[in-house]
């Protein structure tokens, strides 16, 4: 016997789960049992390729599918005019004047109105971060103050709560009310008609607040999230330097979601607080 693939152990494996298949559903099984272990497979080589090379972004360029390595700044900087990422690209390759900058992946794409934001180097990109950075740094005390009654303001969850067992409190008078009627249903003679559309009607409201309860429970979550990275990002103002001397990679990842590229240069930076800091 050959040795086995990595798709093939893999759907033994599962197929072991399985103590026993009904045999008409038998072929739908192992069919599915088939997709599910080479999606394990593949996910297991993207998760190993990940972490030795960094996470992946597709870019496209005419008529051919690349892939290249996400890096720090490709994954934050944001063309003003189209919203599209910039990517690194090689200039001039294997001359003399090799080198690399980035740019918006969508400037020369065929069919689309040309980008005219600007190509940057990383070593603009970095001067013009620090630039930025100790001039917002100087007014420290007040984009904290700042940030504390902004996270106060939006990520105050009362009236959801409120909501919330309001809807729990209606959802558990509905039910109770279609168990009594089913109840009652089985032990009178009463008109299945009457019943069905007490019944629907029952089902209908329980379905309309179901729905207000998923609404008001996800914004209940979207702003305790919030409230969670915005208090991360407070943490991390707390506790950076003042004044960057040089390149700090750790800042910039911690604090920068994403840098907007301007056409004249200038770049504006969105930090993770919901702050906005644009270069001068």
């Known amino acids: 016997m050959g040795k086995l693939n990595s798709v093939s152990i893999e759907y033994y494996r599962l197929k072991s789960l399985f103590d026993s298949v009904d045999q008409t559903k038998a072929e739908l099984v192992d069919n599915l049992l088939n997709e599910a272990a080479f999606m394990k497979v593949q996910l297991s080589n993207l998760r190993t390729h990940i972490q030795t090379h960094g996470a992946i972004q597709f870019s496209t360029k005419g008529d051919q599918r690349q892939t290249e390595a996400a890096d720090i700044f490709?994954?934050?900087?944001?063309?003003?005019?189209?919203?599209?990422?910039?990517g690194k690209k090689k200039w001039h390759s294997n001359t003399s004047y090799e080198r690399f900058v980035y740019q918006c992946n969508s400037k020369f794409q065929k069919g689309k109105c040309r980008c005219q934001t600007p190509q940057l180097t990383e070593a603009e990109i970095k001067e013009k971060f620090i630039e930025?950075?100790?001039?917002?740094?100087?007014?420290?005390?007040?984009i904290t103050n700042d940030l504390k009654e902004v996270i106060n303001l939006l990520t105050d969850t009362t009236e959801l709560e409120k909501g919330i067992e309001r809807i729990n409190a209606e959802l558990s008078v509905v039910v109770e009310l279609a168990a009594k009627t089913i109840k009652k249903n089985s032990k009178s003679?009463?008109?299945?008609?009457?019943?069905?559309?007490?019944?629907?009607?029952?089902?209908?409201?329980?379905?309309?607040?179901?729905?207000?309860?998923?609404?008001?429970?996800?914004?209940?979550?979207?702003?305790?999230?919030?409230?969670?990275?915005?208090?991360?990002?407070?943490?991390?103002?707390?506790?950076?330097?003042?004044?960057?001397?040089?390149?700090?990679?750790?800042?910039?990842?911690?604090?920068?979601?994403?840098?907007?590229?301007?056409?004249?240069?200038?770049?504006?930076?969105?930090?993770?607080?919901?702050?906005?800091?644009?270069?001068?």
């Not at 490709?74 to 910039?86: E, N, P, R, W």
């Not at 930025?132 to 007040?142: A, I, S």
């Open 132 to 142: 930025t950075y100790n001039l917002t740094m100087e007014d420290k005390e007040r």
């Open 74 to 86: 490709s994954s934050k900087l944001v063309c003003a005019d189209c919203g599209g990422f910039y």
């Open 189 to 280: 003679n009463e008109d299945s008609v009457d019943y069905e559309n007490k019944h629907q009607n029952l089902v209908e409201r329980y379905k309309i607040l179901s729905c207000e309860l998923d609404k008001l429970s996800k914004g209940k979550t979207d702003k305790e999230n919030k409230e969670t990275r915005m208090k991360s990002f407070l943490s991390v103002i707390y506790k950076s330097e003042d004044m960057l001397n040089s390149w700090n990679e750790r800042i910039w990842m911690l604090m920068v979601e994403k840098a907007i590229i301007q056409r004249d240069k200038r770049i504006k930076f969105i930090l993770y607080g919901n702050h906005n800091i644009e270069q001068i």
